[in-house]
């Protein structure tokens, strides 16, 4: 007992001594690992101790900022970080050796880097802000951590805009390292999560999701980590701006068939809103790119709606120049005046009745009082007579102008078939809109 006491103390002493014998500073750390930068085999060579080991490098990409989607261009502009960690097999080191140091932080370029590169980053220079020091572990892995203004290459799929989501591709790649192996650090749902909580901007994009698929191209021994960043559009302002007037505009039009038709007010309404139309697809010309082979949608919506509407200012137009044809006969037919010359002449006629009633009273206003007003009753009794002809004589046009003309029969049924056809052509197409636009 006394034996194990003794023996414990002594470790105790042995301990302390090497304890003050231990250089607690980096320095220590850094002679013993041999990290210099006159040491160019840790900067240029991989650094295994069997040349037939590969390096595993594990890369994860975050993605923390969607700042720009451009159509035209093809081409996606994202925040975002990237780290990669792999085993550097000649810095190991104990930590109770080193007063339990067991993080070291070194400058990169004393240390090997995997060459990795993304393939569709077309991104500035200067666009990379990288950290200066690389995290050397104490049982030999290192990791490095990098933010991107990534700009990458999106083949961007436009046919169901605004209510679309795009798919786009970020892979690393090794490119002249041959035994360098790419790997994922972590799955794709932990940095879909990951990316979302720290989010930063999306604007009009909102992030989907995060996968990982990994390539291998066996042929020339290049390894591939191939991330697929879905982002879905928000489309309300495209539905304020484009979808729902548009729609508003097909409403009206069918609306403008209650227009009594005789008069040309259709034929102006359907038309201004025709004009209206061509205002809103200035503005779809701004908006959509002309990538695409396949016409997108939303062009198809916009060009039906304005076929739409221009055939149904071409019925009103005809429906117009039938009513009109109808007018013409009768005119010629029945060789009276048309209502515009009696409506000319009435008012004349009664003007100068009047204006001889006016005259008579004050003539005989000054000789005798009794006769004039007899005279005065007689007169207006002749008046009220005329009035009354002239007015059993405007009902009775009127009467014949209402009996509708064959034309006019004629234009009220081509009226009425085309708007039942109208009506079920465009709830058919919206329809079929809906269907093909927002339903998966
Ligand atoms: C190097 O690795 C290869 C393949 O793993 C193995 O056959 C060989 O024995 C290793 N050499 C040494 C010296 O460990």
Not at 45 to 73: C, H, M, S, Y
Not at 121 to 147: C, I, N
Not at 347 to 361: C, F, L, R
């Amino acid at each position: 007992m006394a034996a194990l006491r003794t023996l414990a103390l002594l470790s105790l002493m042995v301990g302390v001594s090497t304890a003050l014998d231990m250089d607690c500073s980096y320095f220590g750390l850094l002679d013993h690992l041999n990290v210099s930068r006159d040491n160019h085999a840790l900067a240029d060579v991989r650094p295994v101790k069997n040349w037939t080991t590969p390096t595993r490098v594990q890369a994860d990409l975050v993605i923390f900022g969607i700042l720009n989607v451009d159509e035209k261009a093809q081409t996606l502009t994202t925040q975002s970080w990237s780290t990669m960690a792999w085993k550097n097999e000649f810095l190991t080191w104990n930590p109770s050796d080193f007063c339990g140091i067991d993080k070291l932080f070194v400058q990169r370029e004393m240390l090997w880097m995997p060459d990795i590169i993304i393939v569709e980053d077309v991104s500035d220079t200067g666009s990379v802000r990288r950290s200066l020091h690389a995290t050397v572990s104490s049982d030999g892995v290192v990791s490095v951590g990098q933010a991107h203004r990534l700009t990458t290459t999106c083949q961007m799929e436009l046919y169901r805009f605004p209510f679309d989501t795009q798919t786009c591709n970020i892979t690393f790649t090794s490119v002249t390292e041959i035994g360098t192996v790419l790997e994922m650090a972590s799955n794709g749902s932990v940095l879909t999560k990951y990316s979302e909580s720290l989010m930063i901007t999306q604007g009009e994009w909102s992030l989907g999701s995060i996968k990982i698929s990994k390539v291998n191209v066996k042929a020339n021994y290049t390894h591939q980590l191939s991330y697929q960043v879905t982002i879905e559009r928000r489309p309300l302002l495209y539905v304020m701006n484009l979808l729902l007037p548009l729609l508003y505009f097909l409403v009206l039009d069918v609306a403008s068939f209650f227009i009594f038709e005789a008069r040309g007010e259709k034929l102006n309404f359907k038309v201004t809103i025709l004009l209206s139309f061509s205002v809103l697809l200035l503005i779809l010309q701004d908006i959509l790119p002309s990538t695409t082979d396949t016409l997108p949608l939303i062009a198809l919506y916009c060009i039906v709606i304005f076929t739409l509407v221009w055939i149904s200012v071409l019925e009103a137009m005809l429906v117009n120049f039938l009513f009109d044809l109808d007018k013409a006969k009768r005119a010629t037919c029945s060789g009276v005046h048309t209502p515009a010359e009696t409506r000319i002449l009435v008012p004349e006629e009664s003007a100068g009745e009047a204006e001889k009633a006016e005259e008579k009273p004050g003539k005989y206003q000054l000789s005798l009082r009794w006769p004039s007003d007899v005279v005065l009753l007689k007169l207006i009794l002749e008046e009220v007579k005329v009035a009354r002809q002239e007015y059993d004589s405007t009902v009775r046009e009127e009467q014949e102008r209402n009996q509708p003309g064959s034309y006019e029969k004629v234009a009220r049924i081509i009226d009425s078939v085309f708007f039942v056809t109208y009506v079920v052509v465009n709830v058919g197409f919206l329809v079929y809109m809906h269907n093909a636009w927002l339903v998966k």
